[in-house]
């Protein structure tokens, strides 16, 4: 399924954005909740507006990230602020019937290299009993790649993330294309090695430097061979446009359609950006 991240919207944008779909008769594309940017309180909103996506399953979830830490020590305010908010996206994900809640790996303060695989090993534990409580919401945890190792804010690099991800049975991964770029990661690889425990990816673009959430094809990504390995991945896959806030609407079409094209027509993808350069809203 091919879904937009409301990391891209501003407030009731989101509720414009679900009418255009309506109006079209697009049935097919789903929405990824941004907690922190969600802009309502209530579940009644939801349920009016947005009761399609619900009822059918078309809405994840983006966990809190904004002040949270989930690598935070034991006992400190900082950990337990971090679990309640996760808590509440959970109970906001059985409210809207999200198949799913992202999950972030760490925050994004600098990590202490020595303290890496201790990290690592806290991670693991703390994912595990998400896991479980999700479960209990009727959502599953998806593990995103976040981090950068040239800021220090890195604690899981392409193998240890691969192992995470191979060990950790009760949760599964999503792949942040635009993360992975700026890490240096072998894309068909990772996807080839974890076949079978990849449930989505987050698709946006950059200059291989800082996170940029650009459109498909305004960065220097290469996406041939990225989506050929996303073509030969097994079972339904999710594949969220994580796009930058107040991205125009005509670049969230556009991107709908070559994420649709590459991922089920193989379509040839320059042809998008020769007769779309700007895409106006």
């Keep these: 399924m091919v879904s937009v991240s409301t990391f891209a919207f501003a407030g009731l944008d989101l509720l414009e954005f679900a009418e255009k779909l309506r109006r079209q008769g697009d049935t097919e594309t789903g929405l990824e909740l941004f907690f922190d940017t969600h802009p309502f309180t209530g579940a009644g909103l939801y349920q009016e507006h947005l009761r399609d996506f619900i009822n059918h399953e078309r809405m994840g979830i983006h966990c809190p990230t904004s002040g949270c830490d989930l690598l935070a020590d034991e006992g400190t305010l900082l950990l337990r602020h971090s679990l309640d908010r996760h808590k509440e996206c959970m109970e906001l994900a059985a409210r809207i019937n999200a198949p799913y809640m992202v999950l972030h790996t760490n925050g994004m303060n600098p990590v202490d290299q020595a303290r890496i695989q201790k990290k690592r090993k806290l991670f693991m534990e703390r994912a595990v009993l998400l896991a479980e409580t999700a479960r209990q919401y009727g959502c599953e945890l998806w593990v995103e790649n976040v981090g950068f190792g040239r800021s220090r804010t890195m604690v899981f690099d392409e193998e240890s993330y691969i192992d995470l991800i191979l060990s950790g049975r009760s949760f599964y991964s999503l792949v942040d294309i635009g993360h992975a770029h700026i890490n ?41 061979p990225i989506f050929q390995a996303m073509q030969n991945l097994s079972g339904d896959l999710v594949a969220v446009l994580e796009y930058m806030p107040n991205t125009p609407r005509g670049e969230l079409s556009l991107g709908i359609n070559i994420l649709r094209d590459n991922l089920f027509k193989q379509a040839d993808t320059t042809s998008y950006f020769k007769k779309d350069s700007k895409a106006k809203a």
């Design 184 to 224: 240096g990661w072998d894309l068909p690889r990772l996807f080839k090695r974890l076949n079978g425990r990849i449930k989505g990816v987050h698709v946006h673009d950059n200059d291989g430097v800082s996170d940029q959430h650009l459109p498909v094809f305004r960065g220097s990504i290469q996406w041939e």
